[in-house]
């Protein structure tokens, strides 16, 4: 049995491969995620940034867009108090699953120590909580902010007829500019976990056993979203872009 496991086991070419690819897409994100983190600190005109977390980020311009009038929602300690509370979820989320029996522990397959897609509430309590309720969140907020948007374009519209073309295509973009953050939300939270929660459902509904390379390609995938994510983080801060590619300028 143990002869017949092994040799339907990827061959070691397959993890070098895969084990590199993330590596080498943590080092890019871990990249972006310090330069982020330096520019914000060192310059004062981005240290309104808030860049932290997407749900943190969704919130915040929900707070500055809708509820603006309510100015101690736009200060300074109101966004530190929501780090501290994802700091604290953050840290607790994990803590879970050390107290279900099977859970966490070396999975052959991958060969990697991870909470198992064999443990169906572990690995499905890790994905609403890690990467869907976040996800919801920032669409929910998303797209609140743009219908917000279409509704005041459309009563200035309704109002004054002779609007300046140039504000109804600004209001236009930032509608664009919305939707294209959505869509980021959704595709570096798909990268991230749908290879991982087809994994779960495969081992809890089928009978046919899973094959072996998609152990690993749900973890790698997943290491993958998260460094999409501090790199759309860092494309999507216009003033930190352009701080960075003054510097590049003079460097060169």
């Known amino acids: 049995m143990s002869r017949n496991l092994e040799s339907n086991m990827p061959s070691d070419l397959f993890y070098i491969i895969n084990f590199s690819c993330a590596i ?13 983190i330096i520019i914000i600190i060192t310059n004062q005109q981005c240290h309104t940034a808030v860049c932290y977390s997407f749900s943190i980020q969704s919130l915040s311009r929900l707070f500055f867009v809708i509820h603006y009038k309510r100015r101690y929602l736009l200060t300074w300690r109101t966004h530190v108090i929501m780090i501290i509370f994802n700091w604290l979820i953050s840290s607790s989320i994990p803590m879970v699953p050390l107290f279900i029996d099977g859970s966490l522990g070396f999975e052959k397959e991958s060969r990697t120590c991870i909470v198992k897609t064999n443990a169906f509430l572990a690995a499905i309590y890790c994905m609403i909580m890690i990467i869907g309720i976040p996800l919801c969140v920032s669409i929910m907020v998303y797209c609140s902010i743009l219908y917000h948007v279409r509704q005041s374009t459309y009563r200035i519209l309704r109002s004054d007829q002779n609007i300046n073309k140039y504000l109804t295509i600004q209001n236009a973009k930032r509608e664009l500019k919305l939707v294209r953050h959505i869509l980021i939300q959704i595709v570096c939270a798909s990268c991230g976990g749908i290879i991982f929660l087809i994994n779960v459902f495969w081992q809890a509904l089928s009978e046919i ?8 390609l749900g973890i790698n995938l997943t290491t993958m979203g998260v460094s999409l994510m501090t790199i759309a983080h860092f ?8 701080i960075v590619c003054r510097y590049s300028c003079n460097c060169c």
């Open 24 to 36: 080498i897409a943590s080092i890019i994100g871990l990249t972006f995620s310090f330069t982020l």
């Open 209 to 216: 056993p899973l094959p072996k390379p998609m152990y690993l």
């Open 235 to 242: 494309m999507l801060n216009t003033q930190v872009k352009k």
